[in-house]
């Protein structure tokens, strides 16, 4: 199925916003796995990911879900 | 009530006149006693001999606008407060410009003070923005809060 990938912060510098193929019933940690894979950069990096906007997501990622990358805020 | 959230995104700098005009937009509010302001400006630090000119802030959005939403919310529910605004810039902000304008305003001080302490707190903890420090040898690093 098909994702859509936000990298924000330093991540923007590694890879660009793009959409990504997953296979059906993926959760956040194996999406984490996946990506770190496919871009070694993210594996030096610390981030969270937001699912739909929302952070802390249990559960299978839906179809079409919106993913943000999101390094440490530094907002102010 | 499902509210729209308020957009806090300002393009460019925020100007010293825009403070002063929301200040004298609350005048007709008498039962307004006390305004708390925090501005935050951009510093020139210096980091291995290089300084900071300038910082491109960017942020995701929509998330951000929930949040702050909620943000909000909570402040209204915590505090008396009459009045809450807060700007944040985005785009290139030169050091020595104001990037981000939290505005508090309650008939009673300690209500205002303390709204708008915690709030800075928590948009520089909560809201997903970013800040990109351009030195003055165009080379740059990505800014980390303390």
Redesign the interface.
């Known amino acids: 199925m098909r994702i859509k990938i936000?990298p924000?912060?330093?991540l923007?510098e590694y890879i660009g916003t793009m959409n990504y193929e997953l296979p059906a019933s993926v959760t956040v940690a194996a999406l984490k796995e996946s990506l770190q894979h496919s871009f070694p950069a993210l594996q030096t990096h610390s981030f969270t990911i937001?699912v739909n906007?929302e952070i802390n997501y249990t559960g299978i990622i839906p179809e079409q879900a919106e993913i943000?990358l999101?390094?440490?805020?530094?907002?102010? | 009530m499902h509210k729209t959230p308020k957009n806090i995104f300002v393009q460019g700098a925020i100007e010293p006149t825009f403070i002063a005009e929301s200040i004298a937009k609350h005048s007709t509010q008498t039962g307004i006693g006390a305004h708390s302001i925090f501005l935050g400006q951009v510093r020139s630090d210096k980091t291995d001999g290089k300084m900071v000119q300038a910082i491109e802030y960017t942020a995701y959005e929509e998330m951000a606008l929930s949040e702050m939403h909620k943000i909000r919310e909570a402040a209204f529910e915590k505090y008396a407060l009459t009045c809450l605004h807060v700007h944040h810039s985005l785009g290139v902000i030169s050091a020595g410009q104001i990037c981000l304008f939290v505005f508090a305003s309650a008939p009673h001080r300690r209500a205002a003070t303390e709204a708008c302490t915690e709030l800075v707190e928590r948009i520089k903890d909560t809201l997903p923005i970013w800040g990109r420090e351009i030195f003055t040898d165009a080379t740059h690093q990505w800014k980390t809060n303390r």
Do not use: H, V
Request: net charge positive; aromatic share 14%; charged share 15%.
């Open positions: 936000l924000f912060g330093k923007s937001a906007r943000a999101l390094p440490p805020y530094a907002g102010g």
